[in-house]
């Protein structure tokens, strides 16, 4: 079983920044690629952004591309997105996931392929 927690969410303005970050648990956390979705109101829950176990490859949604950035940090069991650039379409609860479903350099794009799941942080973005 692995627990996700994510924090770092909040309230930021147009234009500003956000880090989420997500700790992991147990020290399993290397055999698992990561995910970052998100769901806005009304909205189905989307794949942001993901990150294979080695952190070598990664996927950004078109919508992000630029802006944000995940990394991983294996010593801390953490997965982090860095988000830059925020737009007010940007203003979701985002979850983080974990999935073991492919091994390498692979990872899912859709949400049945992660295993795992935390409970969310909301970011919004205001004008």
């Known amino acids: 079983q692995v627990q996700l927690v994510e924090s770092g969410g909040g309230l930021v303005q147009d234009g500003g920044s956000l880090r989420l970050s997500c700790a992991a648990s147990p020290r399993t956390f290397s055999n698992y690629y990561m995910g970052w979705f998100r769901q806005a109101p009304g909205k189905e829950r989307e794949l942001v952004s993901a990150?294979?176990?080695?952190?070598?490859?990664?996927y950004y949604a078109d919508s992000v591309k630029g802006r944000f950035t995940i990394s991983r940090d294996s010593a801390k069991n953490t997965v982090y997105l860095q988000m830059n650039s925020l737009k007010l379409e940007d203003t979701a609860v985002y979850y983080c996931?974990?999935?073991?479903?492919?091994?390498?350099?692979?990872?899912?794009?859709?949400?049945?392929?992660?295993?795992?799941w935390g409970q969310g942080t909301q970011v919004t973005v205001s004008s």
């Open positions: 990150i294979n176990w080695s952190g070598g490859r990664t």
């Open positions: 996931a974990a999935g073991r479903k492919y091994s390498g350099s692979f990872y899912g794009t859709l949400a049945y392929e992660y295993d795992f």
